[in-house]
């Protein structure tokens, strides 16, 4: 699908890689963006910056767990721009935490990392149904297809976003319905600020180039243009795949090396 007239949802849109996207959409010719975020002033604050290029923006405080606010959402943006083409399904968590991680976090890890984007789709699907077109792009992660040392909640949470994102492509792609799943590995955010205070932060950047979020949303315009299902923004993901499917052994024993060097 072209940007290029769509109308977009962006969860997560106050900063990071979702502040990136909705800047990148609306420079891509975008006609309405709405920034989503639990940070409702950081998503005020990014759609004004929008509205004073001359797009059409709207800014909303969202909590994505909320199956009623994520249709609300979704209800504005359709009556605001005449219909609703693209939803980014981008606001995302991490934990830190292994095994012992709190049972509240897992379960939060749960609500914003999966069922988000399952209340996302719930909302938007009808209406992209109907006019038999609309697309999905789902933040997931390096770590939803191989692993994030040091992090449990976000490694098994991330792998059930790729797996719905693969169901929705799978199930929906006749019908018109286009979904990316985006798997980056390190992105210069807050959200890899924060993983820095533990070995997930160490093993996300010691595991290749640390990339800018304006970097990653040119890469999400373009794989929307290309109908890319597999958004990879660091390339050496789609060869860690390879191994990891060929010879997962060897692939495990690697990334076992790789925590214990990481062991403070
Ligand atoms: N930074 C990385 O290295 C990296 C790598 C791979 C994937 N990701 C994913 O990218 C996405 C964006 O993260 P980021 O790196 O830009 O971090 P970020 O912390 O800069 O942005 C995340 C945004 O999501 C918002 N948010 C969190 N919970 C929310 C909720 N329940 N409802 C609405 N908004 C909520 C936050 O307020 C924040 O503005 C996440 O899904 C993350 O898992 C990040």
Same mark, same amino acid.
């Given at each position: 699908?072209?940007?290029?007239?769509?109308?977009?949802?962006?969860?997560?849109?106050?900063?990071?890689?979702?502040?990136?996207?909705?800047?990148?959409?609306?420079? %891509?010719?975008?006609?309405?963006?709405?920034?989503?975020?639990?940070? =409702?002033?950081?998503?005020?604050? +990014?759609?004004?910056?929008?509205?004073?290029?001359?797009?059409?923006?709207?800014?909303?405080?969202?909590? +994505?767990?909320?199956?009623?606010?994520?249709?609300?959402?979704?209800?504005?943006?359709?009556?605001?721009?005449?219909?609703?083409?693209?939803?980014?399904?981008? %606001?995302?968590?991490?934990?830190?935490?292994?095994?012992? #991680?709190?049972?509240?976090?897992?379960?939060?890890? !749960?609500?914003?990392? +999966?069922?988000?984007?399952?209340?996302?789709?719930?909302?938007?699907?009808? =209406?992209?149904?109907?006019?038999?077109? =609309?697309?999905?792009?789902?933040?997931?992660?390096?770590?939803?297809?191989? $692993?994030?040392?040091?992090?449990?909640? !976000?490694?098994?949470?991330?792998?059930?976003? +790729?797996?719905?994102?693969?169901?929705?492509?799978?199930? !929906? =792609?006749?019908?018109?319905? *286009?979904?990316?799943?985006?798997?980056?590995?390190?992105?210069?955010?807050?959200?890899?600020?924060?993983?820095? *205070?533990?070995?997930?932060?160490?093993?996300?950047?010691?595991?290749?180039?640390?990339? $800018?979020?304006?970097?990653?949303?040119?890469?999400?315009?373009?794989?929307?243009?290309?109908?890319?299902?597999?958004?990879?923004?660091?390339?050496?993901?789609?060869?860690?795949?390879?191994?990891?499917?060929?010879?997962?052994?060897?692939?495990? #024993?690697?990334?076992?090396? $790789?925590?214990?060097?990481? *062991?403070?």
């Amino acid at each position: 699908m072209e940007v290029e007239g769509a109308s977009v949802v962006v969860t997560g849109g106050a900063s990071g890689i979702g502040a990136a996207i909705a800047r990148a959409m609306a420079a %891509a010719g975008a006609r309405g963006v709405l920034v989503a975020d639990l940070d =409702g002033g950081g998503a005020t604050a +990014v759609a004004d910056e929008l509205a004073a290029a001359g797009i059409e923006a709207i800014g909303r405080a969202v909590d +994505v767990a909320d199956p009623e606010a994520v249709t609300a959402m979704v209800t504005t943006a359709e009556s605001a721009f005449d219909g609703l083409d693209i939803v980014v399904s981008n %606001a995302g968590i991490g934990t830190g935490e292994g095994v012992d #991680a709190p049972l509240e976090q897992w379960q939060r890890s !749960y609500e914003v990392n +999966v069922l988000a984007h399952v209340h996302a789709a719930r909302a938007a699907l009808p =209406g992209m149904l109907d006019r038999g077109s =609309g697309a999905f792009v789902h933040t997931c992660s390096a770590a939803g297809l191989l $692993t994030m040392i040091g992090d449990a909640p !976000y490694t098994v949470t991330k792998h059930a976003a +790729v797996a719905f994102a693969e169901w929705l492509a799978i199930t !929906y =792609g006749g019908r018109g319905i *286009q979904v990316a799943a985006l798997c980056p590995q390190g992105v210069e955010t807050a959200l890899l600020r924060e993983a820095d *205070q533990g070995i997930a932060g160490r093993a996300v950047r010691a595991a290749g180039p640390v990339l $800018t979020p304006g970097e990653v949303a040119d890469d999400v315009v373009a794989a929307l243009g290309d109908g890319r299902f597999l958004v990879l923004p660091h390339p050496e993901v789609a060869e860690h795949l390879r191994g990891k499917a060929t010879a997962p052994d060897r692939w495990i #024993a690697a990334l076992q090396r $790789t925590a214990d060097a990481l *062991q403070p």
